[in-house]
């Protein structure tokens, strides 16, 4: 039986249809990527199937519990890490993972040693008398994960876990999340927009508007793609989409200022375009399909652009100045 | 109701009012003010027959305003905890709504009763004289008192998103409910379309009540406007519906 079950899920707020009919499965023990842009209906799906709001149409299992019908058994199984941080930052680590023990009524005589655990878990242990608006973002995620497990649930929801983190940051609680499913034994269910982690999922699922576009392991949607992805910048981009059509028959695409093709044979076909093209190329670059080209291709967008983290923590700025003030 | 999720929510804010000393320091700074510039200018104006001074009279309502302030400012931080994200860690927990009200209503209370039970030392320097069944019953009623304007927090709190609105708490709900709730003036010398307001206030059933037992003698103008029965009643039903209205409100799902 799959942990998590979908069933032609729809959310619409007033007009807008958030979440547009999604069906999907996720099997126990196993890493689940859902990528989309912004506002494709990531947050929105979590929502549904976190219990916290309710589904316009349409179902949501989680362990064979209806999330509608069932809401307190599901709450029960699952851990959530919101996009937004969700921690107290008047309180202590120790504290906030101590209030969520509390909160989800884990044995009096457990609490102490799985507190103490989650946070050896995620290296913090030596932090943990420290206050949380004394955390670094990345400390803060980390926190948050293992607060996540404290209850055991069967299924963590991740969304957005890296977003806004320093690479370095970003690498070390990427070690802590593809080492849950073996070490706690639980389903992960995460979005993120970098790439290179969605190649570590067991399996995708591409949502853009509110469907599912795609859906499978990241090489069975690199299969979409048919090849090598080579791709060029040029002087004119149209004249050379048009010589590329004469040349070779290759139906070239431009996106984003850059124009995109494959090829079976990508390092054979690189001086040939080249001898084709003259001096129009400014630059050619060769890439073994990545699941970002699955995305162009599916979406005509790349993931999401680099400055909406920004943004998020510019709000995040702005909120704590206000607070102070 | 999960008594786990009630514990931590209190023990969660008995934790932050010791650590946060300036809110310690203003909830004992600000009756001090009032009682002795406040209180000590007005009652060279106001000289009432009968055996209560000025200063004295308004040390129920001083009372009073100890338990409105910090339990609205208690429930209202349900508004920086929506704003900061953390309230979404509470309602995603297996926990239902009617804990999270009781167990915010019961944190309001708890750091209520302690303030207010730290005012209520300041009754010998007043020259009041209360005996350990008055003291006693002044705090029970400050229990009862603060447990209702707690909950009444918390349903102001389920309507506001940001903490934008927090200087419009202040300054359109909670300063006139300290006005209009005879803290300063007897109920029953008001105007009244103002009395007929302080009778719509929760707040002054409790300083009624306090007003009854620590001047239980009194019959003049500054004595008590309602029974103690009549009192403690209000109190308690209207404790009841607060907690169901905003255990219902925050059950609505979007
Ligand atoms: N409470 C709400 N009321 C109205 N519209 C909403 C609400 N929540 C989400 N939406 C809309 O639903 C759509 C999907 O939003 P959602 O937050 O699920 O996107 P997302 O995929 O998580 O995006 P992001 O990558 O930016 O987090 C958006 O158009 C958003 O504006
Ligand atoms: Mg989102």
Sequence with gaps: MPIIKVENLVKRYGSLTAVDGISFEVEEGTIFGFLGPNGAGKTTTINVLCTLISATSGKAFINGHDCEKEPSTVRKSIGIVFQDTTLDKDLTAYENLLFHAYLYGVKKS???????????FVDLYDRRDDLVKKYSGGMKRRLEVARGLIHRPRVLFL???????????RANLWGVITEMPKKHNVTIFMTTHYME?????DKIAIIDSGKIIAEGSPDELKKIIGGDVISLKTRDNKWSQKEIKKLFNIDAEDKE???????NKGDACIPELIRGLGDMVLSVKLQRPTINDVFLKLTGKAIRDEDVSGM?????????????? | MEFNAVYVLVAREFKKFVRERSRLVSAIARPLIWLFLVGAGMSRLVSPTGGV????????????MTILFSSIFSSISIIWDKEFGFFKEILAAPVSRLSIVIGKGLSG???STIQAAIVLLLFPVLGLKLGLVQIIAVLIIAIAVSFCISTFGILLATFYENYESFSVIMNFIVMPMFFLSGAMYPVK?????????TKLNPLTYGVDAFKNVIFPAEEGPMSADFSLATDMTVILILSFAFVVIAARLFERKK
Excluded: M
């Design chain 2, 53 to 64: 001074s000025y200063t004295q009279f308004i040390f129920p309502g001083i009372l009073g």
């Design chain 2, 109 to 111: 209370t708890v750091v």
């Design chain 1, 257 to 263: 200022g850059e124009l995109y093709l494959t090829s």
């Design chain 1, 110 to 120: 457990e609490i102490k040693t799985r507190v103490h655990d989650a946070l050896n």
């Design chain 1, 312 to 325: 998020s923590n510019i709000k995040e700025e702005v909120r704590a100045y206000r607070r102070r003030h």
């Design chain 1, 197 to 201: 982690e969605a190649e570590v999922c």
């Design chain 2, 189 to 197: 010398l008001l105007p009244k379309p103002l009395a007929l307001a």
């Design chain 1, 159 to 169: 969304d957005e876990p890296t977003l806004g983190l320093d690479p370095q940051s």
